[in-house]
């Protein structure tokens, strides 16, 4: 068996064709899928401002295989989110991802001496 790793990914994109009954449901529902939303979840955690409605965000935990490298960890990521999103209704465009490799990441701890 291969070996797992994690990654945290990013993905961005922008809002296109909405629907008014698409636009008006994110209007409502922008207090949910603001700052305080943003989670890396496997289902991706959606967020975006309301004013302008004219960017978003999707946060993804994907565990893939490590050989396959954090360009598979971006696609499998991108595929959730246009699945994510077009089963909601919302048209979009210009996905890309921003990708982080929880480990091979390395971690700065302060010294005891800095605290």
Known sequence: MSEQHTYRVIVRGTWEGLTEEARSRLLAEAADHGMASMRFTEEGSLSYEPAPLKH???????????A??????????????????RALGYGFRDLRSAVTDLDTMKVNRKSRSRR
């Open 56 to 66: 978003f965000s999707m946060r993804f935990v994907v565990v893939s295989d490590a």
């Open 68 to 85: 396959d490298g954090e360009e598979m960890a971006g696609a499998i990521a991108e595929d959730r989110a246009e699945t994510a999103l």
